[in-house]
């Protein structure tokens, strides 16, 4: 049997015979003992051919096919015209590092493909010896070569779109999240701080951001009079709670607070506050970014849960590959794995148990809607990660289909078939396709019109940057009109001269025609004498 390896380099590929063995197993302890030792190393394995990428453009080409379990076209050339053909006495068995690439070659040249065994150390050994081994080639060249690539393929990896970044929605739903909890955990300790001094008003106010505002406005309890109630409705936006903290200030049961603990509290109430609205404001940024990532399956599940799912999968693109059994249970991961080992009843649902739809159905739907919840997000999915023109249309859709399916499991209503939802948000996304950019010519048309209407006032005099354009053009007026003049003489001057030409091409048309005629009389007398 002969064995042949495949090392993949950053200035090219190298292919690479191996001392035949029966049995790829028995090589093992020979190399590992030589792979330090380029003499001994040298004698089981030779070079047999070197493949070098022309460009740093074909170089990442070829990796970017590899990293992905592609074949690439230069690989495959090489390895048709340099590999030997495999003989039934003969055997050829091509060694790769990396599985998937053997299973690409393996079915596209009918090779052999080996990644196991004796494989790896070869490998290692050729990686460490491999400078010595090509000719013309030095450990410089080597490491130049590698780290071009390195910083290419990093770049490539790295680079995103602007108009689809899914990691900015990975990171905010993830600080999204954790700001939950601390504005959770900063409320209860603050409620738990100011009711040593007013203790009747956690019962008065239950909403955590309401407390925070109102215990930074109270401060001192012995501080409220009447002319406080305007402010306390202003933040309660109800006078009826704001006369009830105002009539239990008054009748207290709590303790007295010095200065230096009410200014901390005060401090800390008003971090609590600033957290708060900072958590607001990134639920909208999250909304927008979904909005412009995954219009659809922010419309059919919501934002938060779609950024979850999105941050669970890793990438838009990555969700849009799994298939729907996969987005059912995402998320809970922990319990299918304990039931697979307990042979217990699998989760019916991970992360999408956060979206309404589930808590609206039956105990007895709620698997059933799930996993129809699960197909219509796969679907939402792969239409925002590939389509060009994102929309919310084929969200909206989906959103109905789920509706109607809730209305099915509960009253019994026969719901439209998919393919009929499908064709119909076909068309009106189409239609919505058209309409866009006839709105942003009208729009466009209506910004001209107010503007030239801008310019002139209503007593019918010029605006001051038309008064300067006149003035101006005042000024440079008599050149203007030189230069006009000139030009008019300049075309008078070219077309007299089209017409002299033509005029003189008419006369010599003439003079030539009577030559001729001239000639043809004298040839005529002579036949004739």
């Known amino acids: 049997m002969a064995l042949f390896v495949l090392y993949e380099h950053a200035a090219g590929y190298g292919l690479f015979s191996v001392k035949e063995f029966e049995e790829i197993g028995m090589l093992l302890p020979q190399v590992e003992a030589s792979v330090t030792d380029l003499a001994r190393f040298n004698a089981i394995v030779k070079l047999v051919g070197f493949h070098p990428f022309k460009t740093a453009v074909a170089a990442l080409n070829n990796v970017n096919a590899i990293s992905e379990g592609l074949l690439p076209d230069d690989l495959s050339s090489f390895l048709d015209t340099t590999l030997p053909k495999s003989a039934k006495k003969k055997p050829v068995t091509l060694g790769v590092a990396d599985a998937k690439l053997g299973a690409a070659i393996a079915e596209a040249l009918s090779v052999q493909c080996s990644h196991i065994g004796a494989v790896p150390e070869i490998l290692r050994g050729i990686r460490q010896h491999f400078a010595s081994m090509v000719k013309g ?43 939950d909890k601390d504005v959770n955990t900063f409320s209860m300790r603050i409620r738990e701080w100011y009711s040593y001094h007013f203790p009747e008003l956690m019962k008065i106010v239950t909403d955590n951001y309401m407390f925070a505002k109102v215990a930074h406005f109270i401060k001192d309890r012995k501080s409220l009079s009447d002319d406080s109630l305007a402010g306390l409705e202003e933040i309660t936006m109800d006078s009826e709670k704001a006369q009830s903290i105002l009539d239990a200030s008054k009748m207290s049961m709590g303790m007295d607070i010095s200065v230096v603990d009410l200014m901390n509290i005060e401090m800390f109430a008003l971090r609590v506050i600033k957290l ?59 319990a299918l794995f304990r039931a697979l080992k307990t042979k217990s009843n699998t989760p019916k649902y991970g992360l999408l148990f956060n979206s309404s739809y589930i808590g609206r159905a039956n105990a007895k739907n709620k698997g059933r809607i799930s996993r129809f919840l699960a197909n219509k997000c796969t679907i939402a999915s792969r239409i925002d990660c590939f389509t060009e023109t994102p929309s919310t249309v084929f969200g909206e859709a989906l959103k109905s289909q789920v509706e109607e399916r809730l209305k099915f499991y509960e009253q019994g209503e026969t719901p439209r078939k998919n393919l009929d939802v499908m064709k119909a948000a076909i068309e009106l996304a189409k239609q919505t396709a058209v309409e866009e950019p006839s709105k942003k010519k009208k729009k466009r048309k209506a910004e001209d019109t107010n503007g030239n209407v801008s310019e002139i006032n209503g007593s019918g005099e010029k605006s001051a940057k038309k008064r300067k354009k006149s003035k101006l053009n005042d000024t440079n007026g008599g050149n203007e009109e030189e230069g006009v003049a000139a030009d008019e003489s300049t075309l008078n001057g070219s077309s007299a001269l089209l017409d002299n030409s033509s005029a003189q091409m008419d006369v010599s048309n003439g003079e030539g025609k009577k030559k001729k005629k001239k000639k043809n009389k004298n040839r005529e007398a002579e036949v004739e004498a």
Not at 144 to 172: E, P
């Open 137 to 179: 080639f030095s450990n410089q060249s080597a490491a130049v070569a590698q780290l071009g690539l390195g910083h290419s393929y990093s770049r490539c990896k790295v680079k995103f779109n602007v108009h689809r970044s899914d990691n900015m929605i990975i990171q905010s739903i993830a600080l999204l999240d954790q700001l």
């Open 276 to 334: 708060s609205d900072y958590r607001q404001q990134l639920s909208n940024y999250l909304h927008s970014k979904m909005t412009s990532v995954a219009p659809n399956l922010a419309t059919l599940i919501g934002d938060q849960v779609g950024a979850r799912l999105i941050s669970k999968a890793g990438s838009l693109t990555n969700l849009a590959k799994f298939p729907a059994s996969t987005v059912q249970i995402l998320g809970a991961e922990k």
